[in-house]
């Protein structure tokens, strides 16, 4: 009988389909997909995200009202506000924000220092940590050296955490007018701003803190300086000609102090830059009735008639500033900490008419621009925690 032979283009397919299966049974299995990055770690960005209710029962403030570093203004329980709905901000770019562990943290800050420069602001953002790290060392006590405004000293693991409080973060001194009188165009003297000298409170603090955290932006306005006494800028002793109006001073004021920070701050240093923490007014300036008694957050759809300076309203501040401030750091080693974007949602979450103290409502109206403590900058305090600990962590490898 003759042998069968099959034609070799038929048996091509054949052994073809054997070898793809041989190859992918001696072939390792795929790697597991990879977790998010963790919040903190580099090129991680808790920026984007949205809040979510915590689960449910939440867990319970690192810190209550009787913390003896917080502020009166701000202790919102204290001053008969309802809590702050329990939510956490859930980032689409990294996993979960870790928790502050206060214990944990000081053992791995230990002998060092962690410095904030700025206005109230950075102020609200000092006393949240202040209050949460107290909870991990009963021993915390106030420090106010170095010229510090307002600080802590924790003796377990001997940490720093000073507060300086420069407004401008440049040299600003009023200079009345002569005789006491008001001039012709009503002008009743000027803050001389030195563009090129940073104030006092901090000019002196550059080599002894381990981590620096700035902002300035909230006083560059004319409600803090309306035109009778107007900023009037200086550099190298003389007047800036032609004169520079309020926001080109602040970005030569933010040109000039970067560059200082990058010359006379040592390169180990961690430098962060804190953008800026948006205000809730609604119905007006602070001084014409603006209000913030809303329970709800703002949807994200609202965030650019809220904020956007296109559409010209009283809280337009915020991504302004954050424009200018981005200019100023490029090719600069200090790092934006972006805390804008999620605290725009939140105008649930400030003072308004709770206080503390009678009449100040009146004098000053409600308050929408800080925040209740307990509250949001608790999650910014963790996200500079994370930050800080990468940082840390960085150094010791």
């Excluded at 021993?139 to 693991?157: M, T």
């Excluded at 105008?347 to 949001?376: N, T, Y």
């Amino acid at each position: 009988m003759p042998r069968l032979r099959l034609p070799l283009l038929l048996l091509l397919p054949v052994t073809f389909t054997i070898s793809v299966l041989l190859f992918l049974s001696s072939s390792p299995p795929p790697p597991p997909p990879q977790p998010p990055i963790p919040c903190g770690a580099a090129p991680s960005d808790a920026t984007a995200g949205r809040w979510v209710p915590t689960p449910s029962p939440p867990p319970p403030p690192l810190y209550s009202q009787s913390c003896p570093f917080h502020r009166n203004a701000w202790n919102c329980l204290r001053n008969g506000r309802r809590p702050v709905a329990a939510l956490s901000w859930a980032p689409t770019r990294c996993g979960a924000i870790p928790r502050l562990d206060p214990a944990a943290f000081l053992a791995a800050a230990r002998r060092r220092r962690i410095g904030f420069v700025g206005d109230s602001l950075s102020e609200n953002l000092v006393v949240a940590l202040l209050c949460a790290l107290r909870s991990g060392d009963g021993g915390a006590r106030k420090w106010k050296r170095r010229g510090a405004w307002r600080g802590g000293y924790f003796p377990r693991e001997n940490v720093v955490v000073g507060y300086h409080r420069a407004v401008l973060l440049a040299k600003y001194t009023w200079q009345p007018v002569e005789n006491s009188k008001p001039q012709s165009d009503g002008i009743m003297g000027t803050y001389r701003v030195d563009v090129d000298i940073p104030a006092e409170d901090w000019a002196n603090i550059t080599k002894f803190y381990d981590v620096l955290i700035f902002n300035t932006g909230h006083w560059w306005g004319p409600d803090k300086f309306p035109k009778e006494t107007p900023l009037v800028f200086y550099r190298g002793g003389k007047p800036i000609e032609p004169p520079l109006g309020i926001f080109d001073g602040l970005k030569v004021v933010l040109k000039s102090m970067s560059s200082y920070i990058e010359r006379e701050v040592p390169s180990t240093t961690m430098k962060l830059w804190r953008t800026q923490s948006p205000r809730h007014f609604d119905g007006g300036e602070w001084d014409h009735n603006g209000s913030c008694l809303s329970k709800r957050l703002l949807e994200e759809h609202e965030l650019d008639s809220w904020f956007d300076p296109r559409f010209g309203g009283v809280n337009k501040e915020a991504r302004l500033v954050n424009s200018v401030i981005q200019e100023a750091l490029v090719g600069t080693d200090i790092q934006l900490l972006n805390l804008t974007y999620m605290s725009e949602f939140r105008a649930d979450a400030h003072p308004a008419i709770w206080l503390g103290k009678k009449d100040a409502v009146a004098v000053w109206g409600q308050d929408c621009m800080h925040w209740c403590l307990p509250g949001v900058p608790d999650t910014w305090v963790d996200i500079l925690a994370a930050r800080i600990l990468h940082y840390f962590k960085q150094g010791e490898g």
